[in-house]
């Protein structure tokens, strides 16, 4: 089982950047594919990106594409979501999720754990 605990949302100016963290409990962490949502007021959640065990491959949804990147460190049992040229529409709180299947999805439902999530406000 894993825990995890997302950091590093706040208050950003439209075409700022910010960093986000996700930070998982336990020693195998490297043994999870982790991804990225997000859910605005009023808003479905939606998948933001992915990367697999090792980090060898990411995905992202075309909405944040050349904009996000995903990156993790397993040493540290920590991943990241660099978030650059950020829009107002990317005002969200953002999720971190993990699975044990090697493969990345963009399914919320293939996702076991969960973070509580982190905030994110862009002001135009």
């Known amino acids: 089982q894993v825990q995890l605990v997302e950091s590093g949302g706040g208050l950003v100016q439209a075409g700022g950047s910010l960093r986000l963290s996700c930070a998982a409990s336990g020693r195998t962490f490297s043994r999870y594919t982790v991804a990225w949502f997000r859910q605005a007021p009023g808003k479905e959640r939606e998948f933001v990106g992915t990367?697999?065990?090792?980090?060898?491959?990411?995905y992202y949804a075309d909405s944040v594409k050349g904009r996000f990147t995903i990156s993790r460190d397993n040493a540290k049992n920590t991943v990241y979501l660099q978030m650059n040229s950020l829009k107002p529409e990317d005002a969200a709180v953002y999720y971190c999720?993990?699975?044990?299947?090697?493969?990345?999805?963009?399914?919320?439902?293939?996702?076991?754990?969960w973070g509580q999530g982190t905030q994110v406000t862009v002001s135009s």
């Open positions: 990367i697999r065990r090792n980090g060898d491959s990411t």
């Open positions: 999720a993990a699975r044990g299947a090697a493969r990345s999805t963009d399914y919320q439902t293939s996702y076991d754990y």
